[in-house]
């Protein structure tokens, strides 16, 4: 069993910075993939980054790519997520998840309550 606690979103103005942090539970988290996916208001939830294991490789989607930087630290049991230049369209619930695929939802396992991450024009 994995839990996963987010933190860190907010409200913050088109072209700022915000940095989520994940935290997990649980020995085997440094065996897992993790990944962010978020979840707008009348939307589906859809994936936002994915990170390797080992933190060797990641993984962006086409929106997010070049603005959004994810990473790991497992001595802390920590996934991150620091997103930059944001814009209003990045206004979300945001989600961690731990598992075993790459960018399908339905490969991961244990997933966080979420953190709302707001964005203003």
């Known amino acids: 069993q994995v839990q996963l606690v987010e933190s860190g979103g907010g409200l913050v103005q088109a072209g700022g910075s915000l940095r989520l942090s994940c935290a997990a539970s649980g020995r085997t988290f440094s065996s897992y993939r993790m990944g962010w996916f978020r979840q707008a208001p009348g939307k589906e939830r859809e994936f936002v980054a994915a990170?390797?294991?080992?933190?060797?490789?990641?993984y962006y989607a086409d929106s997010v790519k070049g603005r959004f930087t994810i990473s790991r630290d497992n001595a802390k049991n920590t996934v991150y997520l620091q997103m930059n230049s944001l814009k209003p369209e990045d206004t979300a619930v945001y989600y961690c998840?731990?598992?075993?695929?790459?960018?399908?939802?339905?490969?991961?396992?244990?997933w966080g309550q979420g953190t709302q991450v707001t964005v203003s024009s």
């Open positions: 998840a731990a598992g075993r695929g790459r960018i399908n939802l339905l490969e991961y396992d244990y």
């Open positions: 990170i390797s294991w080992s933190g060797s490789s990641t």
